[in-house]
């Protein structure tokens, strides 16, 4: 790890969903021949924490793990427990669903964030990326709030935030999402462009 590279912050990796459409676990499958979640923990590596958040800890599961402390399924859930667990003022969330991502865009999040910033959060594909975002700790009574609210969109979310969006046109292969097997044929033809 290079030591300038270095981003003060904690990343999170979701791998809590049920994949319905996807059939299996999608952290699982394997794209260049590494799985989802190694892809993904390889991008994070600049990050001064990382670990992988979920329902239940897969007992073959080789890397730090925090189990969401609510049943609700939603990436908001992954969010409130990143945040109670956090010792970092920003944290990265990081869905399975964007398996090409890379580190560079977290590099461009971490040098756009701001003081008065609540969310960075990426804009490519027409989009806010609100599961490729670094949230800030002060959001975590904010988003019980909101999930006691039943209101469980990140979108909502970010809109009665302070986000700041960080344009990532002209790369919107990093920002793929993976939902169907369909999906993970596309996501492997891309990575060998990439």
């Known amino acids: 790890m290079n030591r300038e590279n270095i981003i003060s912050?904690?990343?999170?990796?979701?791998i809590g969903g049920k994949s319905e459409r996807f059939g299996s676990p999608k952290w699982r499958a394997e794209i260049g021949g590494r799985t989802v979640l190694d892809r993904m923990w390889q991008a994070c590596a600049d990050f001064e924490s990382r670990s992988v958040v979920g329902k239940q800890q897969p007992g073959d599961l080789d890397k730090p793990f925090i189990r969401d402390e609510l049943k609700i399924q939603a990436p908001i859930v992954g969010l409130y427990t990143a945040l109670e667990y956090t010792q970092h003022d920003w944290n990265l969330l990081l869905s399975c669903d964007l398996p090409?991502?890379?580190?560079?865009?977290?590099?461009?999040?971490?040098?756009n964030r701001s003081d008065d910033a609540d969310i960075i959060v990426p804009q490519a594909n027409d989009r806010i990326q609100v599961t490729c975002a670094l949230y800030h700790r002060r959001l975590q009574k904010t988003v019980s709030k909101t999930i006691k609210n039943d209101i469980l969109g990140l979108f909502r979310l970010?809109?009665?935030?302070?986000?700041?969006k960080v344009s990532f046109d002209g790369q919107d292969n990093r920002f793929f999402n993976m939902n169907t097997v369909q999906d993970l044929d596309t996501a492997q033809a891309l990575a060998e462009k990439m």
């Open 9 to 14: 912050a904690s990343a999170y990796i979701l």
């Open 158 to 164: 970010t809109e009665s935030a302070n986000p700041v």
């Open 100 to 111: 090409l991502v890379t580190a560079d865009v977290f590099q461009t999040l971490w040098k």
